[in-house]
C-alpha cells in the first residue's frame, strides 16, 4: 500500500536520521581538547566502531552534532532527495540553529562542513548499510568492513564575488583565508552513499524537530537521538534492553535498561565515575521529562554495578 501524503506541516517538523548511526558515537558532548584522538566502540562481541578526525583536526563536537541534524532536517524538507543533496545558505542554516549569523559563526559553520566531510567513520561489523542490511542482520551474515564520511561533497560558494565589489575583490578575498571564512555563501552539501541508502531504505529515526531544538543541552540533545533511534531495538543483556513496565498510575510504559558505564561509551560521555556521569545526565534527564520525550529516569545501584533506566509512554 502507498504510503499517505504527509503535509507540509509535518514534513517541516520532522527530521529522519540514520537509525543505525544513531546508535553509534559519533560527536564529543563536551568542547575540551582532553581527548583529540580518536573515537572507539564495540557496539558487539567481534565488532568496531572507529571516528577518525582528519590530521591537524578535532572529533566532531556538539556544533558539528547541530549541524549535522539541521542538515538532515533540510534534507527531509527538501523531499529526501535520491542523490543526498541538500543546499541552503550559510545564513538560512545558522537561523535555522538558532545561531546569530556573524562572522564567527560563518566560520564555525564552515569549518563545522569541512569536518563532516573529512572525518572518517570506519565500521568493522558495527554499521550496517543499504537495503539488505536487516535481512543479512537477521541471518547472522556480518557485514562488510566500511569506511565513509558523513558528506561524500561540500561546496560553498561566496556571494560577495558576484557583487558590487566585482570580481577583483573576490581574487583578493581567496588571499585572506579568515575573510573568507567569514563571508556568507551559497552551500550544496552531498549525504555519503550509506549514510543516504539506510535513509532511503527508511532505515531511520524520526525526531521532531521544534523538540530537538527546545533542548538546551548537547547531551539531551544526544539522548533524545539515541533513545528514538533504539526503540524496538532487542537490544542486548551486557548492552542494554527495552522491558515492558507500569507507572504507578497503571499506564503502560516502554523501559530502556543499560549499564551506566556502557551507556556512557555508547553516548559517548569522557567522565567515567558514577557519580560524575549522574551529575553530567540528570540535567539533561529533566530536560526530556519536561520536553515530553521522557517520562522519568532514573539510577539504580545493584552490587557494585550501576544501571540507568528510562521510561517512555507505550505505543498506543
Given at each position: 500500500?502507498?504510503a499517505r501524503p504527509r503535509s507540509r506541516a509535518a514534513v517541516r517538523a520532522a527530521v ?301
Amino acid at each position: 500500500m502507498p504510503a499517505r501524503p504527509r503535509s507540509r506541516a509535518a514534513v517541516r517538523a520532522a527530521v529522519v536520521l540514520d537509525r543505525a548511526l544513531e546508535r553509534l558515537p559519533l560527536f564529543r558532548l563536551s568542547d575540551s581538547a582532553a581527548d583529540e584522538g580518536a573515537l572507539q566502540f564495540a557496539p558487539a562481541p567481534g565488532a568496531r566502531w572507529r571516528v577518525l578526525p582528519a590530521p591537524g583536526d578535532r572529533l566532531p563536537g556538539t556544533f558539528d552534532q547541530d549541524v549535522y541534524v539541521g542538515l538532515l532536517h533540510r534534507w527531509t524538507e527538501g523531499g529526501r532527495p535520491a542523490d543526498g543533496a541538500v543546499t541552503f545558505t550559510l545564513h538560512a542554516l545558522l537561523r535555522d540553529l538558532g545561531r546569530k549569523a556573524d562572522g564567527r559563526t560563518y566560520m564555525q559553520l564552515r569549518h563545522a562542513l569541512a569536518r563532516l566531510e573529512r572525518t572518517t567513520l570506519e565500521s568493522s561489523g558495527a554499521y550496517a548499510a543499504g537495503p539488505a542490511a536487516a535481512g543479512r542482520a537477521a541471518a547472522g551474515e556480518a557485514d562488510a568492513p566500511t569506511r565513509f564520511t558523513l558528506l561524500s561533497s561540500v561546496v560553498i560558494e561566496r556571494r560577495r564575488a558576484a557583487g558590487r565589489t566585482g570580481g577583483d575583490a573576490a581574487e583578493q578575498l581567496a588571499l585572506f583565508p579568515e575573510l573568507a571564512s567569514s563571508d556568507p555563501g551559497d552551500a550544496r552539501v552531498v549525504l555519503a552513499p550509506p549514510l543516504r541508502a539506510n535513509l532511503l531504505a527508511g532505515r531511520v529515526a524520526t525526531l521532531d524537530w521544534a523538540c530537538y531544538q527546545r533542548l538546551g543541552s548537547p547531551v539531551a540533545r544526544r539522548l533524545y537521538r539515541l533513545l528514538t533511534a533504539l526503540e524496538g531495538a532487542p537490544g542486548a543483556a551486557e548492552d542494554g534492553a527495552w522491558e515492558d513496565a507500569r507507572a504507578d498510575d497503571g499506564a503502560p510504559l516502554r523501559r530502556w535498561r543499560a549499564p551506566l558505564e556502557r551507556w556512557a561509551e555508547r553516548l559517548p560521555l569522557a567522565q567515567r565515575y558514577p557519580s560524575h556521569l549522574q551529575r553530567v545526565l540528570t540535567p539533561a534527564h529533566e530536560m526530556l521529562a519536561a520536553a515530553g520525550v521522557l517520562r522519568s529516569a532514573a539510577f539504580v545501584q545493584e552490587g557494585r554495578a550501576w544501571w540507568v533506566t528510562y521510561d517512555r509512554p507505550a505505543d498506543p
